[in-house]
């Protein structure tokens, strides 16, 4: 009996597309190559689907945020859906705002877009938040409160009200073990 194989084509084009996209970017302070977020938020996507858009735009998320990268590229190389994904995961600098100065009004649109949002995109942002939230969790138990510095919001207050505010615009995913583990780490690093 033959398996008929997976068609990974365009899964295969996004990651390559993100390698060159993050190609010589570290991740914030972390001493590791940026493309290994991309991937985890790629493999957390995949514990929820199988769906090669979802893989896809999860892998590109932060491509238009953090490269030269336009929507308008990702349109051409790979469709308006997964384009679309990736500009409702994308924050949107305000012209003549600094990044410390308009954190809370960018999570907040944030966090309101990405209720509204369709279950697609929340499913792509769901693989981007749990592996930031990993992050954190992991750099909280080694550095404490010091790990607060290195985000443009000081006070871990600001931290607890965004990643609450993602989990409930989120909370239709509630049943997948990524939502789970998600909510779980919100509770232990902001309890």
Request: no cysteine; glycine share 4%.
């Amino acid at each position: 009996m033959a398996n008929n194989p997976l068609n990974t084509e365009l899964l295969d084009r996004a990651i390559l597309f993100a390698v060159r996209a993050h190609a010589g970017t570290e991740r914030r302070g972390k001493g590791f190559p940026y493309i290994v977020h991309p991937m985890e938020a790629m493999e957390i996507v995949a514990t929820m689907t199988s769906d090669q858009a979802l893989l896809a735009a999860a892998v590109l998320h932060d491509t238009v945020e953090d490269t030269e990268v336009t929507i308008e590229q990702l349109r051409a190389e790979f469709g308006e859906r997964i384009a679309a994904l990736v500009a409702d995961e994308s924050d949107e600098l305000p012209e003549g705002v600094s990044e410390e100065d308009s954190w809370h009004d960018r999570k907040q649109a944030a966090i309101d877009r990405l209720a509204k949002a369709s279950h697609d995109a929340k499913t792509v942002a769901l693989g981007d938040k749990l592996s930031n939230m990993r992050a954190i969790a992991r750099d909280y138990a080694e550095l404490g409160d010091a790990l607060w510095n290195r985000f443009h919001a000081h006070d871990p207050k600001d931290h607890a009200w965004h990643y609450r505010g993602l989990a409930d615009a989120l909370r239709e995913l509630e049943n997948t073990f990524a939502f789970q583990e998600f909510e779980r780490l919100i509770n232990q690093v902001f309890s």
